[in-house]
C-alpha cells in the first residue's frame, strides 16, 4: 500500500483502515497504541476537540470518541503513519500535489468538487463527495523543499463529525 492509496481509500471512504469517526478513543488505542495526547488533555482530563497523535495522524476526540481524523503532510519532506495506516513503510515522502490527487481520486471514481469556503489566497481544497473528506493544498512556503515552487501541495486531509 502506497500513501496515494491510504489518500484515496480515505477521501472515499472517510476511513483510515479501521480507524472511524465514532469510535472510541480506547478502540482507537488499542489499534494505534497510545496516543500522544494534546496538552490541552493533559491539563484539563476529559476536555473535547482536541487532538491525539500518531506521528502525521491526528484523531480529533469529543466524549470520548472520536470525532475527527487528519492526515498531516509536509511537501518537501520525509513524515511518518503509524503502521496501521501505511504499513511496510516507517517513513515516506510527504510530497503529494494537487494534480496528482485529484488524478487518482478522478481514476478511483471519487467524486470531489472545489471547497469554496477553503480555497483563497495561496490555498486551494476540495470536498470528496459523499464522504466529506476535505483535502487543503497550498503554495510551498520558502522552506519547503519542492521541485515546483508555483504548484499547490497537499498540506492536510480531514474529515470531522460532530
Given at each position: 500500500?502506497?500513501?496515494?492509496?491510504?489518500?484515496?481509500?480515505?477521501?472515499?471512504?472517510?476511513?483510515?483502515?479501521?480507524?472511524?469517526?465514532?469510535?472510541?478513543?480506547a478502540?482507537?488505542?488499542d489499534?494505534?497504541?497510545p496516543?500522544?495526547?494534546?496538552?490541552?488533555?493533559?491539563?484539563?482530563?476529559?476536555?473535547?476537540?482536541?487532538?491525539?497523535?500518531?506521528?502525521?495522524?491526528?484523531?480529533?476526540?469529543?466524549?470520548?470518541?472520536?470525532?475527527?481524523?487528519?492526515?498531516?503532510?509536509?511537501?518537501?519532506?520525509?513524515?511518518?503513519?503509524?503502521?496501521?495506516?501505511?504499513?511496510?513503510?516507517?517513513?515516506?515522502?510527504?510530497?503529494?500535489?494537487?494534480?496528482?490527487?485529484?488524478?487518482?481520486?478522478?481514476?478511483?471514481?471519487?467524486?470531489?468538487?472545489?471547497?469554496?469556503?477553503?480555497?483563497?489566497?495561496?490555498?486551494?481544497?476540495?470536498?470528496?463527495?459523499?464522504?466529506?473528506?476535505?483535502?487543503?493544498?497550498?503554495?510551498?512556503?520558502?522552506?519547503?523543499?519542492?521541485?515546483?515552487?508555483?504548484?499547490?501541495?497537499?498540506?492536510?486531509?480531514?474529515?470531522?463529525?460532530?
Open positions: 500500500m502506497t500513501l496515494m492509496d491510504v489518500l484515496v481509500s480515505f477521501a472515499r471512504t472517510g476511513r483510515v483502515g479501521p480507524l472511524h469517526c465514532g469510535m472510541s478513543l478502540e482507537a488505542e489499534l494505534l497504541g496516543g500522544r495526547p494534546h496538552p490541552a488533555h493533559i491539563l484539563c482530563p476529559g476536555i473535547d476537540g482536541y487532538p491525539y497523535s500518531w506521528d502525521g495522524l491526528q484523531l480529533m476526540v469529543t466524549q470520548s470518541a472520536v470525532s475527527g481524523i487528519w492526515i498531516n503532510l509536509w511537501p518537501g519532506s520525509t513524515a511518518r503513519l503509524p503502521p496501521l495506516v501505511l504499513s511496510e513503510s516507517e517513513s515516506f515522502e510527504a510530497t503529494v500535489l494537487r494534480e496528482d490527487l485529484t488524478a487518482a481520486l478522478d481514476d478511483a471514481g471519487c467524486r470531489h468538487v472545489v471547497n469554496s469556503r477553503l480555497t483563497f489566497g495561496r490555498q486551494s481544497s476540495l470536498v470528496t463527495q459523499p464522504a466529506d473528506v476535505c483535502a487543503v493544498f497550498s503554495l510551498p512556503g520558502r522552506d519547503n523543499r519542492v521541485p515546483h515552487r508555483d504548484r499547490h501541495y497537499l498540506d492536510v486531509m480531514h474529515l470531522r463529525r460532530a
